[in-house]
Each structure stands twice: as C-alpha cells, then as structure tokens.
T-cell receptor
Framework: DARVTQTPRDKVTEMGQEVTMRCQPILGHNTVFWYRQTMKQGLELLAYFRNRAPLDDSGMPKDRFSAEMPDATLATLKIQPSEPRDSAVYFC???????????????FGPGTRLTVL | QKEVEQNSGPLSVPEGAIASLNCTYSDRGSQSFFWYRQYSGKSPELIMFIYSNGDKEDGRFTAQLNKASQYVSLLIRDSQPSDSATYLCAVKGSSSYKLIFGSGTRLLVRP
C-alpha cells in the first residue's frame, strides 16, 4: 500500500525557531508538491518539484521558507525563523507525470500540524 | 471571481439519499478535474478524476463534467454517515502542473 509519509506529524515550537518538515514521496512518483492549509486560506501551493528539480516556489515567503529534494526519496520544507502566522497544516503530495509530461493526479501525505507560539 | 468555486455548505442529507456536490471553474482551458474527500483533521484523499464530458461512475460515486458550462459535479448515491466530510474540487489546465482547489463543500449525512 504505497503512501506518502511525512514527519513530524505534529510540531509545536516557539517563534524564531527553525522548523524542518520531511516528506517521503511514493516510490516512482517524480513530482512532489508542498501545500499549506489554513481555515482562512484553504489549500495553498508552496512549492513544486519535478524529477527533484524545483520548478516553482512562488508560493513561499522566500526570506524564511526553503524547500529542497536532496534525493528521490526525501523532500524537505524548512522555515527559519518561524513566526506565529506560519501555524498551519503542511501537506506534501506526490504524483506521476502524465503521458504529456505534466503532473496529473496527486496523492497527499498525512500532513504536519505546525503550531508556532 | 475565484478560479474554482464551491458552495461551502454544509449540505445536509439523510442517510440513503443522493448527495449532489457542485463545482464551477473559470478557466476554459482546464482539462483535468479531481474530487478529493477530506475528513476533519485528515489529509485530502483522491476519490475521483474525470477528463471527458459526461459521467464517470465508481461504486457509489459519479462524477459529471460539462466543459461547455464549466461545471463539474459529484454525486454520492446511498449516502452514509461515514461520507460526512469536506469535498474538495480541483481543476488543472492541460499544460499546467498546478491543481487549483476550491474551498470545499462540507457534507453532513444524517443517520
């Protein structure tokens, strides 16, 4: 049963601390997405990777967020320094490329619930 | 105008009834359409996708797509209390990688 995994599932931290969230995409999927979900904004796309290359991170605050994919089995999202407004659930999703070479279906991980005090 | 619009609900239906969830989108070039179910405190779970005009059935679920009218709907037959969740509509253009999500419709199935 292939699934996207994310760690940690819950994180409580204090303002100014560094937060690192990790994601293991489904084996064989070559696209990875990071989303943030809040009640107010819904699901927001933060970053997109294709074959480990970052193709879009326009949804991220550049001064404090960074996303990397050091290998095909690991994607990371880092916030430094964290702020209370970053409190949200962060989802990683992975998916295959379609026959036309664009991402199609996406499968979500369980999410990391981040609380910044 | 939002790119993908859904009524936030809640849509309340009795157990055994048909629940009808609707979604409209603004980009006429959209090619792929997805329905995700999200239980409270859980992640979105893909339940259906549809690419062509018409109906697509999978068990108790039927997705309907009308590109001319720019709407996509999800019918849930024989609704169960376990179907109570938020249903997210997502739309993608043909050459785009982005899924544009609606804000979701909350469905309540009353026993």
């Amino acid at each position: 049963d292939a699934r996207v995994t994310q760690t940690p599932r819950d994180k409580v931290t204090e303002m100014g601390q560094e937060v690192t969230m990790r994601c293991q995409p489904i084996l064989g999927h070559n696209t990875v997405f990071w989303y943030r979900q809040t009640m107010k904004q819904g699901l927001e796309l933060l970053a997109y990777f294709r074959n480990r290359a970052p193709l879009d991170d326009s949804g991220m605050p550049k001064d404090r967020f960074s996303a990397e994919m050091p290998d095909a089995t690991l994607a990371t999202l880092k916030i430094q320094p964290s702020e209370p407004r970053d409190s949200a659930v962060y989802f990683c999703a992975s998916g295959p490329l379609s026959g036309q070479g664009v991402p199609d279906t996406q499968y979500f991980g369980p999410g990391t619930r981040l609380t910044v005090l | 105008q939002k790119e993908v619009e859904q009524n936030s609900g809640p849509l309340s239906v009795p157990e055994g009834a048909i629940a009808s969830l609707n979604c409209t989108y603004s980009d006429r070039g959209s090619q792929s359409f997805f329905w995700y179910r999200q239980y409270s405190g859980k992640s979105p779970e893909l339940i259906m996708f549809i690419y062509s005009n018409g109906d697509k059935e999978d068990g108790r679920f039927t997705a309907q797509l009308n590109k001319a009218s720019q709407y996509v709907s999800l019918l849930i037959r024989d609704s169960q209390p376990s179907d109570s969740a938020t249903y997210l509509c997502a739309v993608k253009g043909s050459s785009s990688y982005k899924l544009i999500f609606g804000s979701g419709t909350r469905l309540l199935v009353r026993p």
